[in-house]
């Protein structure tokens, strides 16, 4: 079975960096978009960022492109999110998903992720 698990989150200082890490097992032939989610309460979790882990190719949502990077260990279903130039903003619970089917295609549609982590709290104080 598929498990995903975050970590790294933490509070830090606007203008700080952080890097949260997730960890997909369970995928025996396929290669898995592996995608960050986060959520506020009293909000709809958005789309931050993905990568396929097939060949590397990375996604960014456009607030936080050029200052959120996302990469994977060679050859491993893992992912980290390298988060600098933090914002009061990035605030939230951090998720990290996992899909088999089409790859990364329409990766921010948050419905076509079944397996999710348990989340990682970010907070940045100004």
């Known amino acids: 079975q598929v498990r995903v698990v975050e970590s790294g989150g933490g509070s830090v200082q606007a203008g700080g960096s952080l890097r949260l890490s997730c960890a997909a097992s369970?995928?025996?032939?396929?290669?898995?978009?592996l995608a960050w989610f986060r959520q506020v309460p009293g909000k709809e979790r958005e789309a931050v960022a993905a990568?396929?882990?097939?060949?590397?190719?990375?996604y960014y949502t456009d607030s936080v492109k050029g200052r959120f990077t996302i990469s994977q260990d060679n050859g491993k279903n893992t992912a980290y999110l390298q988060m600098n130039s933090l914002k009061p903003e990035d605030t939230a619970m951090y998720y990290c998903?996992?899909?088999?089917?089409?790859?990364?295609?329409?990766?921010?549609?948050?419905?076509?992720?079944?397996?999710w982590g348990q989340g990682t709290q970010v907070t940045v104080s100004s």
């Open positions: 998903a996992a899909r088999s089917a089409w790859g990364c295609r329409n990766w921010a549609v948050r419905a076509d992720f079944r397996n």
């Open positions: 369970g995928y025996t032939y396929t290669r898995p978009c």
């Open positions: 990568i396929y882990t097939g060949n590397g190719t990375p």
